[in-house]
Nanobody, 117 residues
């Protein structure tokens, strides 16, 4: 069972930046995919960015050019660098890992990001 712990959320003004971190309790080197999702009040959870073991990195259209997902296998950590934040980015951000065979899904507890002046 893999545990995921997110950090780095907070309150930021529009145009500001935050970097979210997701630390895994186990190795992510062979994870099938890692990603960040978010859920705003009254809305469904949506995929923001995903980095697979192989293949291209996915970004939602709403964050392309502003967010960057990366992973550090040595630290078992995945990051989400968020620049030029907008009020509509306000949400709880969740880390997700799909790992193993058969594949298992793991979720963090979420970290709040609020973009407001």
């Amino acid at each position: 069972q893999m545990q995921l712990v997110e950090s780095g959320g907070g309150l930021v003004q529009p145009g500001g930046s935050l970097r979210l971190s997701c630390a895994a309790s186990g190795s992510i080197a062979r994870a099938n995919a890692m990603g960040w999702h978010r859920q705003a009040p009254g809305k469904q959870r949506e995929l923001v960015a995903r980095i697979p073991a192989n293949g291209y990195i996915y970004y939602a259209d709403s964050v392309k050019g502003r967010f960057t997902i990366s992973r550090d296998n040595a630290k078992n950590t995945v990051y989400l660098q968020m620049n030029n934040l907008k009020p509509e980015d306000t949400a709880v951000y969740y880390c997700h890992v799909n790992s193993g065979w058969p594949p298992s899904d793991y979720w963090g507890q979420g970290t709040q990001v609020t973009v407001s002046s």
